[in-house]
């Protein structure tokens, strides 16, 4: 009898050994997430949006572009949203299931404000007082679009771990 009465000292001991490290264990690693969180919280957040347009549209919606969507993308760079707009275009020909004719850049200033929906009908009104011109120009750009994609992107660390 004896020896069962020490088996469940033990088996008590055990136990709250055991839930002391796991507790302590938990609070390290929940502790580490937090950081970690916020570390992401604060870490820039790119996202590039690619563009392929109407075979002979290309150059008309990049002038719709420049007119009506890049000055709100600058503005809201102003505002500490977006650190950098840029627009590139392929310099060769690709086949055409690959084809793309823009790819615009954007980097964030974090994932929450790139995840926000960001209603950017004010700034839109600020810049372009005309909205039934605007309205038909926005149309227009995305009427002679043959596909749009968008795609979070993350750097590779290649001479870390």
Avoid at 53 to 71: I, M, Q, R, S, V
Wanted: charged share 30%; glycine share 4%; with cysteine.
């Amino acid at each position: 009898m004896k020896t069962k009465s020490t088996t469940v000292r033990w088996s008590g001991a055990a136990v709250f050994a055991l839930t002391t490290a796991l507790l302590a264990g938990h609070q390290v690693f929940g502790a580490r997430q937090t950081t970690m969180a916020a570390e992401m919280k604060e870490q820039p957040y790119v996202i590039e949006y690619y563009y392929k347009a109407k075979w002979g549209h290309a150059d008309e919606f990049l002038t719709l572009f420049k007119k009506n969507h890049y000055p709100v993308l600058k503005k809201e760079t102003e505002l500490g949203r977006m650190l950098k707009v840029s627009m590139v275009t392929p310099r060769y020909h690709m086949t055409e299931g690959e084809r793309w004719d823009y790819r615009v850049t954007i980097v964030f200033k974090n994932a929450a404000i790139a995840n926000d929906n960001f209603d950017s009908s004010a700034i839109i009104k600020q810049l372009c007082p005309d909205q039934e011109t605007y309205k038909k120009e926005e149309q227009r750009r995305f009427e002679i679009l043959e596909a749009h994609w968008d795609l979070p992107i993350k750097d590779v660390e290649l001479d870390g771990r």
